[in-house]
Each structure stands twice: as C-alpha cells, then as structure tokens.
C-alpha cells in the first residue's frame, strides 16, 4: 500500500506560492492502478517524485508498506561517466539482485550493442530512455510510477520488447500513471484522479474523472 496522509506541497516561484497539493488523503491499494489526471504545469512530476521519495512533503505523511518504483525514466543514480554495464551492475547491487542478470536483461533490451559498454553521457536522448526504462523493467516493485507513460524513442522494435514486457509485469503488479492526456490512463487504469488546485478528486472510475477534467478544462 502507498498511502497519503493530509499531505501539502507548495514551491515559491519568485512571484508567488505554486500549491501542488493541499492536504490531500488517498491510498493506492495493491491490484488497484490509479491514474492521476493534470493540466501541464500542476505538478504531475511532483507528486510521483514524492511517491517515490524523491521529494519531501511540507506536511503531512507519507506511508509505503511495499515496493514502489523509482519513476519511469528517472536518471538518478545513473552516473554519466560509466558505461550502461557498469550502472546495470551497480543498481542490481544497491537493490540486492544478481548483477549478471540486470546487466544481461539490459543489454538485450536496449539492443545499443556496443555503445552499451561506454559512457552513458555520450548517449542520445532515445539511447538514454530505453537504458533507463530498461532499468525500470529489470527491476521487480509492487508498484511502477509512471510519468506521462513509455518515454518516446524511435527504435520500433523497442517499444515493442519493452511495451510487451510491462503489460506483462502489470498484470501482477499496480501502477500510478499521471498525465494531461485520458488516452494515456486508459492503457492502465481503471480507477482515476483529477488534480486541480492542489485538490484531488478521486473517482471510482476513469469515465467519471474523464468528465470532470473534460468539464473543467
């Protein structure tokens, strides 16, 4: 279970105070995915940073009583300077798993081939996105997060492994997934969220959050 307890956050931007959450109380139930809907600009990012303990809360609690993911494409902890093998290695350490494992299921899933054993920081932006989602994959969490959904790359066959391999490993675990977008949500979720204010609204269903957005966009 990941659960908020009357949390807040805010960030002054210069001008004024930006609220992305106002005391706001929800659970994520293991078996049950959330998708949280947002206009740009309200904190999307945020609030999945602070599930993944990324971002402290101003006030409020914060629980996790299971496994939660870093969030999709996040790159901390990957070190610019080592190769993909080397941080694959790394990682699977500081997780407890098999080194060889995580390195190996990398390396076949982002398919760089040879650039897979030199410095992450000479990467392209697509290159970059699948060592990163190929992480998030080679690691077993209760619960994924998930930012805007799969990162976009044009390597087709790609998307294709790593699209297959997480509609299977979401078929036993949970995912929260933000977005501007309600197609985004309907890939994953059933019940959903609407952000607006630093209030969320929780729905039993994406139909019933689809036509609050909709209404107040």
């Not at 902890?77 to 350490?93: D, M, T």
């Not at 039993?204 to 959050?209: K, W």
Request: net charge neutral.
């Amino acid at each position: 279970m990941l659960e908020f307890e009357n949390v807040s956050k805010s960030f002054w931007t210069g001008k004024q105070r930006k609220v992305i959450l106002d005391r706001a109380s929800f659970r994520v139930e293991l078996g049950n995915s959330l998708g949280i809907l947002a206009p740009n600009g309200t904190g999307k990012t945020t609030i999945i940073n602070m599930m993944a303990g990324l971002e402290k809360p101003d006030e409020g609690e914060i629980r996790k009583t299971c496994r939660v993911s870093f969030p999709l494409g996040f790159m901390g902890g990957v070190v610019s300077k080592h190769s993909a093998r080397e941080n694959a290695r790394f990682i699977a350490r500081l997780y407890g798993l098999d080194p060889d494992y995580v390195e190996a299921f990398c390396r076949w899933l982002t398919g760089i081939d040879e650039y897979f054993d030199i410095p992450v920081g000479t990467y392209s932006s697509g290159m970059r996105a699948r060592f990163t989602f190929s992480l998030l994959l080679a690691l077993e969490f209760d619960i994924y997060l998930i930012d805007e959904g799969m990162p976009s790359t044009t390597d087709v066959e790609f998307n294709r492994k790593a699209g297959s391999i997480l509609r299977d490993r979401l078929r036993n675990t949970t995912v929260v997934v933000v977005s501007h977008q309600p197609a985004t949500l309907e890939k994953f979720c059933r019940t959903a969220a609407v952000l607006r204010d630093g209030q969320l609204h929780m729905f039993d269903t994406l139909e019933e959050a689809k036509r609050m957005y909709d209404y107040q966009s």
